[in-house]
């Protein structure tokens, strides 16, 4: 059975291998041995805390076939609040003659942390071979249940920052314009200097004035906003869910971050807490995520549940012990 759980120190070779896999432009696990034991500290910490509001808590999981771990998913508690977290703004500058009647509106790109505080939804990776039978829905909507059940650990306001379009080679024809006229280094150093915490070259060679979009290169003004061709699947699942795209790109590759109340999430709003019953639940039944709602002990899994008066809803043996609860105790479910 398919579980997520909270990642553990010996999972360490297994995330390093998920690292070295993500390939370029996946910010979030650096290839960095001290970055990813500490993230590893950090979580671990986290759901080990007792949280009454957002602060810098990382909840980083991972899914487990077997005993093999397969995948990764993560939760920022509240983004910025270590370290600064920048976007650019879309926004527009109109400029106006009425004597010679003429009207132009400019895209420009504003250099700006307002996302800062929010909770961002992160570090989703699944193995190539893992990627079928809705597996990948599982691993990301999985993170919703844990924001239902523990509202007090998360922001009013969700993110998710989505991978903008580079290379097989990791170029990004958005950073390959700021290289030539700001940085003078490459995107994936850049990405990885800022995968491992070091981002105060971003405020010191970032342009200071708003960037109008028209004097970026052709390429460049292509790929403003859009998503790599790996990561299409995931922004979709997330409009779904109700996430909105509100004219913020990533200052390196120019891939959109889209937003959500968290509560105005469907998945949450969706999410039941129930009381489970050892139950011989045939295969045909319905399919759900569901959680165990224990954050010092957190675990989910998906699979068949049969709904029964009441709160009650029955769950196999096998499902029981996936989730290491006992008939009677509270879960939280999720139809897949």
Not at 21 to 37: N, Q, V, W, Y
Not at 164 to 187: K, M
Not at 208 to 233: F, I
């Amino acid at each position: 059975m398919l579980v997520i759980r909270p990642i553990h120190t010996n999972d360490y070779p297994a995330l390093m291998a998920i690292a070295k896999a993500s390939g370029h432009g996946f910010t979030s696990l650096p290839i960095d041995e001290k970055l990813l034991r500490n993230k590893i500290t950090t979580s671990m910490r986290s759901f080990a805390s007792t949280v009454t509001e957002p602060g810098g808590e990382s909840y980083l999981m991972v899914l487990e076939d077997n005993g093999q771990v397969v995948g990764t998913c993560a939760i920022a508690a509240a983004v910025g609040h270590d370290d600064a977290f920048y976007h650019y703004r879309l926004g527009k500058d109109v400029h106006v003659s009425d004597k010679l009647q003429i009207r132009r509106e400019v895209e420009t790109l504003t250099l700006c942390n307002d996302y800062t505080g929010a909770s961002e939804l992160c570090t989703l990776f699944l193995m190539p071979e893992y990627r079928r039978d809705n597996i990948g829905r599982f691993l990301s909507r999985s993170r919703f249940l844990m924001m239902a059940a523990f509202p007090e650990r998360f922001s009013d306001t969700v993110i998710a920052e989505m991978r903008g379009v580079s290379d097989d080679n990791g170029d990004s024809p958005f950073w390959q314009w700021l290289q030539t006229h700001f940085f003078g280094i490459d995107f994936p150093t850049a990405d990885y200097l800022t995968g491992i915490g070091e981002k105060s070259f971003v405020a010191e060679l970032m342009p200071r004035h708003p960037v109008y979009v028209n004097l970026l290169s052709e390429a460049a003004q292509g790929v403003v906003g859009k998503v790599h061709t790996n990561t299409a699947p995931a922004l979709s699942l997330l409009r779904a869910e109700g996430f909105t795209f509100r004219n913020y790109v990533d200052i390196f590759d120019a891939g959109p971050t889209v937003e959500c109340q968290r509560q105005q999430i469907r998945a949450v709003q969706l999410s039941e807490p129930r009381h489970c019953q050892l139950h011989a639940v045939v295969d045909s039944a319905a399919q759900y995520i569901i959680s165990n709602g224990r954050p010092d002990n957190y675990r989910v899994v998906r699979a068949p549940v049969e709904l029964l008066d009441g709160d009650q809803v029955g769950v196999s043996a096998d499902t029981l012990a996936a989730l290491q609860l006992q008939s009677g105790d509270p879960l939280w479910i999720l139809s897949l």
